[in-house]
């Protein structure tokens, strides 16, 4: 595996995906920029994994504020097939915290149990604040 950065990361992938990785905190950062497609969303979820893998991150901060909501379809394809596969690659669940708008917040509800941590969350601080929580379970697998 590679170094892992110690400044920020940064890379675009295509118009639709800003993702960063932040070692300050050790956090994959992923923006979404605008409404996508299924085909998309699969492109930028396997983005994400590709740099998680790089920089060995499994706490991921996704900002769906600037998208649509995912169809069920996709949804299910997240929880059913890329988090499993992505738990194998990273050796270990994801941490995947969702900021949303409050709107979506409302029209998504709670997030479909399934393997890793999945939570949304409408305010930064308190999303940043989970996903800390969350790597002190992964890096004490006891506490957890």
Do not use: H, I
């Given at each position: 595996m590679t170094a892992v950065p110690t400044s920020n990361y940064l890379q675009q992938e295509a118009d639709f995906l800003e993702l960063r990785y932040r070692p300050d905190v050790q956090l994959l950062v992923a923006r979404w920029r605008r409404p996508v497609s299924g085909a998309e969303l699969r492109q930028g979820y396997y983005?994400?994994?590709?740099?998680?893998?790089?920089?060995?991150?499994?706490?991921?901060?996704?900002?769906?504020?600037?998208?649509?909501?995912?169809?069920?379809?996709?949804?299910?394809?997240?929880?059913?097939?890329?988090?499993?596969?992505?738990?194998?690659?990273?050796?270990?669940?994801?941490?995947?915290?969702?900021?949303?708008?409050?709107?979506?917040?409302?029209?998504?509800?709670?997030?479909?149990?399934?393997?890793?941590?999945?939570?949304f969350f409408s305010e930064e601080g308190s999303l940043t604040a989970w996903l800390m929580q969350c790597q002190s379970c992964q890096a004490s697998p006891a506490a957890a």
């Amino acid at each position: 595996m590679t170094a892992v950065p110690t400044s920020n990361y940064l890379q675009q992938e295509a118009d639709f995906l800003e993702l960063r990785y932040r070692p300050d905190v050790q956090l994959l950062v992923a923006r979404w920029r605008r409404p996508v497609s299924g085909a998309e969303l699969r492109q930028g979820y396997y983005a994400m994994l590709r740099l998680a893998r790089e920089v060995n991150c499994a706490c991921w901060k996704v900002d769906l504020r600037s998208r649509n909501a995912p169809e069920e379809a996709d949804r299910n394809w997240v929880t059913a097939e890329f988090l499993p596969s992505a738990a194998l690659r990273l050796d270990g669940p994801v941490c995947l915290g969702y900021l949303l708008t409050p709107s979506l917040l409302a029209q998504l509800g709670t997030p479909t149990a399934g393997p890793g941590r999945v939570a949304f969350f409408s305010e930064e601080g308190s999303l940043t604040a989970w996903l800390m929580q969350c790597q002190s379970c992964q890096a004490s697998p006891a506490a957890a």
